[in-house]
């Protein structure tokens, strides 16, 4: 079955210490999107790639940097977890490129951050 | 500002009909989605209006006015796997997808 898989499922890292999210696809969609969902709060988008192009949003803070080496994997590289970085970290892909295509999203990463 | 609301938090019965609203304000308008998520998951595709009126799948309808800025989930005969947060979202007139932050169902036996 084409989907979006994440890994890992659940990531515990150190104030500080760099970690690296990842998402692939087997949808071959053009569009990868990164969001941060914390509990009960709607998913912020942090950025977006359209093929190689990459669109960060404008309030994502440095510390997040994202990389998609090719079609089907995109990484979220978080340079130095804070204990505000804990959250649900979504992976989307949609087939177009504008957002009235479906998103289709992974099952998301949780974070915990010690 | 752009804007979604939508309900908290809703509680309805097993077997009943509820009905969850939302109304948006943006800048422009190119669709309206509706996503299922379950506590710890990734939100789930349910429905999309582009168009006034009344989309049915199944057990689970979407509603949508343009005029009014409005928009509403229908789920009947409701089931406990039901339970779940139900997100809005909008897309703008730059093609931006305006989350909603969910309302949560709980349903009671």
Redesign the interface.
């Known amino acids: 079955d084409a989907m979006v898989i994440q890994n890992p499922r659940y990531q515990v890292t150190q104030f500080g210490k760099p970690v690296t999210l990842s998402c692939s696809q087997t949808l071959n969609h053009n569009v990868m999107y990164w969001y941060q969902q914390k509990s ?6 942090l950025f977006h790639y359209y093929d190689k192009d990459f669109n960060n949003e404008a309030d994502t803070p440095d510390n997040f940097q994202s990389r998609r080496p090719n079609t089907s994997f995109c990484f979220l590289d978080i340079r130095s977890p804070g204990l505000g970085d804990a959250a ?1 970290y ?1 992976c989307a892909t949609s087939g177009g490129g ?3 295509d ?7 990463t ?1 974070l915990t951050v010690l | 500002g752009q804007n979604i609301d939508q309900p908290t938090e809703m509680t309805a019965t097993e077997g009943a009909i509820v009905q969850i609203n939302c109304t948006y304000q943006t800048s422009g308008f190119n669709g309206l989605f509706w996503y299922q998520q379950h506590a710890g998951e990734a939100p789930t595709f349910l429905s999309y209006n582009v168009l006034d009126g009344l989309e049915e799948k199944g057990r689970f309808s979407s509603f949508l006015s343009r005029s009014k800025g409005y928009s509403y989930l229908l789920l009947k005969e409701l089931q406990m796997k039901d339970s779940a947060s139900y997100l809005c979202a909008v897309t703008d007139s730059n093609y931006q997808l305006i989350w909603g932050a969910g309302t949560k169902l709980i349903i009671k036996p």
């Open positions: 009960s709060q709607a998913p912020k988008l649900m979504l504008g957002s009235t479906t998103q289709y999203f992974g099952p998301g949780r």
